[in-house]
Each structure stands twice: as structure tokens, then as C-alpha cells.
T-cell receptor, first 117, second 114 residues
């Protein structure tokens, strides 16, 4: 069990640029989640996947945000035309859903910290 | 609406003293409750979870939590804190054993005095 891996750990970019983050879940986990955490706050849910299917998106996920999990393994989160308010820690988590109970809790990665200049 | 309230933003305790962090939740269905801990610049580590059964649950690092349905609370406790317990603690609620989105509280920052 190598844990949830996120890349990069830090990203600094200018306002208006596009950024993409990657998350590699724990290998046997079929569910993958994205959260955003701003300073002094708890994580806020953005979206989650069951294998490659995106099952729920938060209203926080504006049109500038897109998430994919094309082969049901790693996932990417892209932010287009970044704004100052996008500065945050972006956390990825994964879990194994059995479909009939006994679900494992979400395990989190160390996050990607995004700073918009 | 689903929500989690952690009334204490910052708590300071002396090393060796007991600790209780408060958590109140609002959830329309069967709540599945979690406590996570976060060190600076790191992700979240699961301390413990409550799904069903015994309302007193044991976790890692000597932590325990008690689920009280009548009070909609899930308070975290530790009998004797260590300097390494200094961190941010988050309570969270979710459905389907946490297989869907989690709703987090604002967090409680714990400082340990030597």
C-alpha cells in the first residue's frame, strides 16, 4: 500500500493560466474524490468518481474546472483561466466501495498547494 | 442540509493533560462519522470512524470518540496528550459509510504546552 500520491506538491502560476493536477489513488481503490481546502477551513467536496464514471459534482466546480479519470485509475483536475480565488490546497482521496457495505473510509493524499500570483 | 460544527477553533492543553474536541453534526440520513488529523502542509490521516454498533469507538494514537445520537455529537477524546498530538483536527460526516462526499467541520487547532 503506497498511499494516495499527488503531483505536483506545489504549483505557482500567474492569473489566467491553466493548471493541471494529478492524483494516483491506492491501487485497489475504485472510488476517487477531489476536495479543496482554503486556509483555516476544512476540506470542501468538489467531485468524485466510481471507476471512470463521474458520479457527483459540487456547485463549487465551476465551468473552469474539469476532472477526469479516463481509465479508472489516476485522475486529473484541470483549472482553466485561474483566478486569485483558486489559491488553495487541492486534496485527493480514494476508497474501496463494495456496493453492499463494508466500505473502507477515504484515504487522503498530501495535496497540491496552488498559489496564484 | 448537511453540516458539521466544531465550536472550538483553537485549543491549548498541557502535555499529559486530557483532551476533548467537540463535534456536532446535522445530517438527514444515517450518519457515518469520522475524525481526521492534519499536520502542517500534509494531507489528512484517519483517526477513527463510527459506522454502527458500539457508540464508543477506539482509534489510532490513543484517541477515542463517542457517538451520541440524541445530542448529534461525536466528540473526540484522549486521556493524556503528547507534544506530537499538536495538529489540526477535523470532524466529518458522510453517507454510505463515507463512500460519497464527506462534509467537514472548520477544524480545531490543537496546541500543546510543554
Amino acid at each position: 500500500d503506497t498511499g494516495v500520491s499527488q503531483d505536483p506538491r506545489h504549483k505557482i502560476t500567474k492569473r489566467g493560466q491553466n493548471v493541471t493536477f494529478r492524483c494516483d489513488p491506492i491501487s485497489e481503490h475504485n472510488r476517487l474524490y477531489w476536495y479543496r481546502q482554503t486556509l483555516g477551513q476544512g476540506p470542501e467536496f468538489l467531485t468524485y468518481f466510481q471507476n471512470e464514471a463521474q458520479l457527483e459534482k459540487s456547485r463549487l466546480l465551476s465551468d473552469r474546472f474539469s476532472a477526469e479519470r479516463p481509465k479508472g485509475s489516476f485522475s486529473t483536475l484541470e483549472i482553466q483561466r485561474t483566478e486569485q480565488g483558486d489559491s488553495a490546497m487541492y486534496l485527493c482521496a480514494s476508497s474501496f466501495w463494495t456496493g453492499r457495505g463494508g466500505n473502507q473510509p477515504q484515504h487522503f493524499g498530501d495535496g497540491t498547494r496552488l498559489s496564484i500570483l | 442540509a448537511q453540516s458539521v460544527t466544531q465550536p472550538d477553533i483553537h485549543i491549548t492543553v498541557s502535555e499529559g493533560a486530557s483532551l476533548e474536541l467537540r463535534c456536532n453534526y446535522s445530517y438527514g440520513a444515517t450518519p457515518y462519522l469520522f475524525w481526521y488529523v492534519q499536520s502542517p502542509g500534509q494531507g489528512l490521516q484517519l483517526l477513527l470512524k463510527y459506522f454502527s454498533g458500539d457508540t464508543l469507538v477506539q482509534g489510532i494514537k490513543g484517541f477515542e470518540a463517542e457517538f451520541k445520537r440524541s445530542q448529534s455529537s461525536f466528540n473526540l477524546r484522549k486521556p493524556s496528550v503528547h507534544w506530537s498530538d499538536a495538529a489540526e483536527y477535523f470532524c466529518a460526516v458522510g453517507g454510505f459509510q463515507g463512500a460519497q462526499k464527506l462534509v467537514f467541520g472548520q477544524g480545531t487547532r490543537l496546541t500543546i504546552n510543554p
